[in-house]
């Protein structure tokens, strides 16, 4: 069983910044993908950065140039999210996939960007 333990969500003004954690942990066989996504009240669940390995990343083009993927020498990945928009506000949900192509979800961590 693999669990995705998220932190770093919160409230903060338009122009400000967060850095959202998620740690994997368990009997991982090895990650292909780490990534988030982002669902926002009434709206599908929808993809926001991620990192595959080797160190390709990709990334939404709304967040393009503010948003930051990376992820350290363990099994944890970082999106350090900078310039927040009221649009970004939303449920922001960890996601991996093994090489196995197993996927997991984290239990989602909620970003409120207001004034």
């Known amino acids: 069983q693999v669990q995705l333990a998220e932190s770093g969500g919160g409230w903060v003004q338009p122009g400000g910044s967060l850095r959202l954690s998620c740690a994997a942990s368990?009997?991982?066989?090895?990650?292909?993908?780490m990534g988030w996504y982002r669902q926002a009240p009434g709206k599908q669940r929808d993809f926001v950065a991620r990192?595959?390995?080797?160190?390709?990343t990709n990334y939404a083009d709304s967040v393009k140039g503010r948003f930051t993927i990376s992820r350290d020498i363990g099994n944890t990945v970082y999106l350090q999210m900078n310039s927040l928009k009221p649009e970004d506000t939303a449920v922001y949900y960890c996601?991996?996939?093994?090489?196995?192509?197993?996927?997991?979800w984290g239990q989602g961590t909620q970003v409120t960007v207001s004034s």
């Open positions: 996601n991996i996939v093994e090489w196995s192509a197993k996927e997991y």
């Open positions: 368990g009997s991982i066989s090895g990650i292909y993908i």
């Open positions: 990192i595959i390995a080797g160190g390709t």
